[in-house]
């Protein structure tokens, strides 16, 4: 006889098995509409992302769902690697356990979510990226209006920016899809629509980091096929020549990052270039301490308060209260994997980016063109590491380069077979 438990249980799995198909779509939909939520907030009494209330309700109804006993090795390797980055940052004094906690629980639970999703679809990358590009050619379409909106209300121009922060923020949204879209167009001229609105509206964003990550794109794109490959350095030098030429806050920019990369003096910069370069100063001062391992997951805030005294030109940031802008997240992916994680770590991002990139023509390398694109753009800025974009779009490049190697292995069985046919053939002749 079973116990009211027991029996509570039992109805609790049979409603979950009935509305199996409603709660798989909810889950599909809710999660690629919470890509593009990490801007919108919810206060129960205190601040939350809307994309973090997602994933907690989805990743309890995924429970009930689908079996998780058993959890990629890959999975529990980095989250030990990055607890024992934290916790002997603990130990030498230059990270705190609440710095750490933060950060081991926001990547592992964002880890975990995202394997449980991509397990709940049956791996089905391709639906979910192509879902992807498609919210975000609409996301593009309604920061059309908005930004009219907004230039009409400060009689002005304002930068595009979206439903985001800000402009940069809008483009590493949107990007993997601008460059999907243009591959498409590029070799079978489908999606001219999405190309051109997707083209005007990081025109008008007027992101610095935009424009270079699509040079960077248009790099990727020419070179899939050689007879454009002395076509890179035209394109290329042309389009940044013609922002650099049209555009005075790209120009503004450029001018002050290099200006301060050069003279590692912040003095007169704007905002931007600040954050980057105080943190290059404060990174490298890591580096000089503890190149290997650096100081620990989640310690960056208190190296920059550590180094920040060594950052010329300061003052002017100090006495307008903005000296810690971007000590968080380091201004750059790079620099904080750097400041925390040391060159291992380092090396680490970049042997992932690199093995599991996929090279050549084809949807395949499309796709992974696509979000080494959005890579790019996280390893120049936005040192957050689980945006709500960020771990999708990891999971997709890696299932990406799964399939295909599948496929190459498949084609190369395929041809072996075909020419040991046609050799029984000759033999029998």
Not at 404 to 412: H, L
Request: one cysteine or more; charged letters at 15%; glycine letters at 8%.
């Amino acid at each position: 006889m079973n116990s009211p438990l027991q029996d509570t249980a039992h109805r609790s799995g049979k409603s979950v098995r009935a509305l199996n198909p409603s709660l798989r779509t909810y889950i599909y939909y809710s999660t690629l509409v919470g890509v593009f939520s990490a801007v919108l907030m919810i206060r129960v009494p205190f601040a939350i992302r809307l994309f973090d209330v997602i994933m907690l309700t989805n990743l309890l109804l995924m429970f009930l769902l689908i079996n998780l006993e058993r959890v990629a090795p890959w999975v529990l390797w980095l989250m030990l690697y990055l607890a024992l980055s934290g916790g002997i940052g603990i130990v030498n004094g230059t990270d705190s356990i609440s710095l750490v906690a933060k950060e081991l629980l926001g990547i592992s639970v964002s880890l975990l979510y995202f394997y449980s999703f991509f397990k709940l679809i049956h791996n089905d990358f391709e639906r979910a990226f192509l879902t992807y590009a498609k919210f975000a050619y609409w996301f593009a379409i309604i920061a059309l209006p908005l930004w009219a909106v907004s230039c009409f209300e400060v009689h002005g121009y304002e930068r595009l920016q979206g439903l985001t922060s800000e402009p940069t923020a809008f483009c590493q949204l949107v990007l993997p899809a601008f460059y999907w879209y243009a591959s498409q167009y590029f070799t079978s001229r489908k999606h001219g629509v999405e190309v051109a609105i997707f083209t005007l509206a990081i025109v008008l964003s007027g992101s610095s980091n935009g424009y270079l990550c699509v040079a960077f794109g248009a790099i990727l794109l020419l070179s899939g096929r050689r007879k454009h490959l002395l076509g890179i350095p035209i394109v290329l030098g042309g389009l940044l020549g013609l922002v650099y030429a049209v555009s005075p806050d790209f120009r503004m920019r450029i001018d002050d990052t290099l200006l301060a990369a050069t003279t590692e003096d912040v003095s007169g910069a704007n905002l931007s270039t600040y954050a980057l370069i105080s943190n290059v100063i404060v990174t490298q001062q890591v580096l000089k301490e503890s190149p290997i391992i650096g100081k620990g997951l989640g310690s960056h805030p208190l190296s920059h308060e550590k180094f920040m005294g060594d950052v010329p030109g300061i003052q002017s940031f100090v006495d307008e209260g903005m000296s810690n802008l971007n000590a968080s997240d380091a201004a750059s992916l790079s620099l904080r994997v750097l400041s925390e994680l040391g060159l291992l770590g380092y090396v680490g991002v970049l042997t992932f980016l690199i093995y599991f990139h996929v090279s050549g023509g084809g949807p395949r390398a499309a796709m992974s063109n696509a979000l080494l694109v959005y890579f790019f753009l996280k390893l120049l800025r936005g040192g957050q590491y689980f945006d709500p974009e960020q771990l999708f779009f990891i999971f997709v490049y890696i299932f990406n380069h799964r399939q295909f190697k599948r496929e190459t292995r498949i084609a190369d069985d395929l041809g072996t077979l075909r020419h040991s046919t046609t050799s029984m053939k000759l033999v029998e002749d």
